[in-house]
């Protein structure tokens, strides 16, 4: 070898030997360490665990046939933004007094404009779970329980509540006859979609409808018709819609309507639990509704839910329940009322639901009834009796539910009711043939528009299950559940 190669490798062993020397050598090694290490753990990280989903028997190609997606879906955008809220905030002192109040000469006296402070603050329900009303709690929503039928389910509300907006009387109302219980389900519908009366595109329609229902509200706090005909149908709707539109906007003069309206719910309620179509009041005890009861229940909840202060709404909610565990046949069905004892989806739905709603969700009688209710059909050629009627609550029901009966029932009703919409975003109810003058054979004595808002509303509100309210479902275990607990709330503990 080279003196002066040999020289050169002396040198730089020495070199290396050396403190500069052994420091970048260790150096190096470490960054030579790390570098194979980092490898290791890359090429761990690329192996991807496949998960297996279950999915439902029927295939989606079955079930989207002649179905035409949307030409574009509109953005989902926020039509609220709630604000971080203490959920038992006191809410804000009322600035008019309505205790005395007769039936209103004009709508302009409930002060809307300047009462409105629209954010979403629910008493008594998990925080948040009204979030999913906001736009983007939606589209969310729709990603976690709608399914393949989700984004198509949401384009038919679309189309609902711009059918509704068009439609509307400049009076605030729907549909002809005075009938405040439409105006109540177009509330009801626009509430579900997070539209208040802040909101940019349905706002005024919000508001022109809440001004038409206040109105009509009497002295006493029933919704009347202009003529005086008064009926527990209807006033148990309004009071619903109310009771959802004070909770979600916190409008102070909503505040007296709302509980001027319960309390004609909670004197007129029967010594059996339910109540009787057509009158309030405490007479004949061998009577009873259950459809009736049903609306019943869903006001005195949503009013529960939205703070009344009423003297036992509590403890007439409870008699509701007991109202359904009496009337409820051993097969897990309910009846419609005493003279009409048959057994049908559509009434059990609504039992199930009033039960799921009012804090039994994992009770027998509740369980006994959803299990009735895997035989619900949804078939618009052979449609159940009053079908958008009992699509509404047993879809209700199922979503409370939960797991695959839920699914497997949401692949059913979804396409039926997105398939048969009409092209203006209206529905009628399926079968539902009209006369030459308009008059439809189901519903003799009202005209098309008033099918169409009652068809219309029910149709939507069942499409937008997704994000109305969190589902209820927990698993059922054989011991009782601790109704008081903070734990673990949900929509339906009270």
Same mark, same amino acid.
């Given at each position: 070898?080279?003196? *002066?190669?040999?020289?050169?490798?002396?040198?730089?062993?020495?070199?290396?030997?050396?403190?500069?020397?052994?420091?970048?050598?260790?150096?190096?090694?470490?960054?030579?360490? @790390?570098?194979?290490?980092?490898?290791?753990?890359?090429?761990?990280?690329?192996?991807?665990?496949?998960?297996?989903?279950?999915?439902?028997?029927?295939? @989606?190609?079955?079930?989207?046939?002649?179905?035409?997606?949307?030409?574009? @879906?509109?953005?989902?955008?926020?039509? =609220?933004?709630?604000?971080?809220?203490?959920?038992?905030?006191?809410?804000?002192?009322?600035?008019?007094?309505?205790?005395?109040?007769?039936?209103?000469?004009?709508?302009?006296?409930?002060?809307?404009?300047?009462?409105?402070?629209?954010?979403?603050?629910?008493?008594?329900?998990?925080?948040?779970?009204?979030?999913?009303?906001?736009?983007?709690? %939606?589209?969310?929503?729709?990603?976690?329980?709608?399914?393949?039928?989700?984004?198509?389910?949401?384009?038919?509300?679309?189309?609902?509540?711009?059918?509704?907006?068009?439609?509307?009387?400049?009076?605030?109302?729907?549909?002809?006859?005075?009938?405040?219980?439409?105006?109540?389900?177009?509330?009801?519908?626009?509430?579900?979609?997070?539209?208040?009366?802040?909101?940019?595109?349905?706002?005024?329609?919000?508001?022109?409808?809440? %001004?038409?229902?206040?109105?009509?509200?009497?002295?006493?706090?029933?919704?009347?018709?202009?003529?005086?005909?008064?009926?527990?149908?209807?006033?148990?709707?309004?009071?619903?819609?109310?009771?959802?539109?004070?909770?979600?906007?916190?409008?102070?003069?909503?505040?007296?309507?709302?509980?001027?309206?319960?309390?004609?719910?909670?004197?007129?309620?029967?010594?059996?639990?339910?109540?009787?179509?057509?009158? $309030?009041?405490?007479?004949?005890?061998? %009577?009873?509704?259950?459809?009736?009861?049903?609306?019943?229940?869903?006001?005195?909840?949503?009013?529960?839910?939205?703070?009344?202060?009423?003297?036992?709404?509590?403890?007439?909610?409870?008699?509701?329940?007991?109202?359904?565990?009496?009337?409820?046949?051993?097969?897990?069905? $309910?009846?419609?009322?005493? *003279?009409?004892?048959?057994?049908?989806?559509?009434?059990?739905?609504?039992?199930? @639901?009033?039960?799921?709603?009012?804090?039994?969700?994992?009770?027998?009688?509740?369980?006994?009834?959803?299990?009735?209710?895997?035989?619900?059909?949804?078939?618009?050629?052979?449609?159940?009796?009053?079908?958008?009627? *009992?699509?509404?609550?047993?879809?209700?029901?199922?979503?409370?539910?939960?797991?695959?009966?839920?699914?497997?029932?949401?692949?059913?009703?979804?396409?039926?009711?997105?398939?048969?919409?009409?092209?203006?975003? *209206?529905?009628?109810?399926?079968?539902?043939?009209?006369?030459?003058?308009?008059?439809?054979?189901?519903? %003799?004595?009202?005209?098309?528009?008033?099918?169409?808002?009652?068809?219309?509303?029910?149709?939507?509100?069942?499409?937008?299950?997704?994000?109305? $309210?969190?589902?209820?479902?927990?698993? =059922?275990?054989?011991?009782?559940?601790?109704?008081?607990?903070?734990?673990? =709330?949900?929509?339906?503990?009270?």
């Amino acid at each position: 070898m080279d003196t *002066s190669l040999r020289s050169l490798y002396k040198n730089v062993f020495e070199w290396l030997a050396g403190p500069t020397g052994s420091v970048i050598l260790h150096a190096a090694l470490i960054v030579a360490l @790390l570098f194979f290490v980092n490898l290791a753990t890359k090429e761990e990280t690329t192996e991807i665990e496949v998960q297996v989903i279950e999915v439902d028997e029927q295939k @989606l190609d079955d079930l989207i046939e002649d179905l035409k997606p949307p030409e574009e @879906l509109p953005d989902l955008v926020d039509t =609220i933004t709630p604000p971080d809220v203490d959920m038992d905030m006191t809410p804000p002192p009322d600035i008019q007094d309505f205790a005395a109040a007769p039936v209103m000469d004009s709508v302009a006296e409930l002060d809307i404009a300047s009462d409105a402070l629209s954010p979403i603050i629910m008493k008594n329900l998990a925080p948040g779970s009204m979030s999913n009303r906001s736009g983007g709690g %939606r589209q969310a929503a729709i990603g976690k329980y709608g399914g393949d039928w989700g984004k198509y389910a949401e384009a038919a509300v679309l189309r609902a509540l711009e059918w509704l907006r068009i439609n509307q009387n400049p009076d605030g109302s729907w549909g002809t006859n005075d009938t405040e219980a439409y105006a109540g389900l177009a509330i009801l519908t626009y509430l579900a979609h997070g539209e208040t009366t802040a909101s940019d595109k349905y706002g005024p329609t919000v508001e022109k409808a809440i %001004r038409y229902l206040v109105a009509r509200q009497n002295k006493k706090g029933e919704f009347v018709k202009t003529t005086g005909a008064g009926g527990v149908y209807g006033h148990a709707i309004c009071s619903y819609a109310i009771s959802e539109a004070y909770g979600m906007t916190r409008i102070p003069s909503l505040k007296p309507v709302m509980e001027r309206a319960i309390q004609m719910l909670i004197d007129g309620q029967k010594p059996h639990g339910g109540y009787v179509m057509y009158t $309030f009041g405490k007479g004949d005890n061998s %009577r009873w509704d259950v459809s009736l009861t049903g609306f019943c229940a869903q006001a005195l909840k949503a009013a529960f839910i939205a703070g009344a202060d009423n003297p036992k709404l509590k403890a007439t909610m409870d008699n509701v329940v007991q109202f359904y565990k009496d009337k409820q046949k051993e097969d897990g069905s $309910f009846p419609y009322s005493a *003279s009409n004892p048959g057994r049908q989806p559509n009434m059990t739905g609504v039992g199930v @639901l009033s039960l799921q709603l009012l804090g039994h969700s994992t009770d027998t009688s509740t369980r006994q009834g959803l299990q009735y209710l895997r035989g619900a059909t949804a078939s618009w050629s052979k449609p159940p009796p009053a079908p958008i009627y *009992s699509w509404y609550y047993v879809t209700q029901a199922k979503f409370h539910q939960g797991g695959t009966d839920w699914k497997s029932w949401n692949n059913k009703v979804a396409p039926t009711l997105i398939k048969n919409q009409n092209e203006d975003g *209206s529905w009628l109810s399926p079968g539902l043939a009209l006369t030459g003058d308009g008059v439809t054979r189901e519903y %003799r004595g009202r005209d098309e528009i008033n099918s169409k808002v009652y068809a219309t509303t029910l149709a939507a509100l069942s499409l937008q299950v997704y994000y109305r $309210f969190l589902p209820t479902y927990q698993p =059922i275990k054989d011991e009782v559940i601790d109704q008081t607990s903070g734990d673990d =709330i949900q929509i339906e503990i009270l």
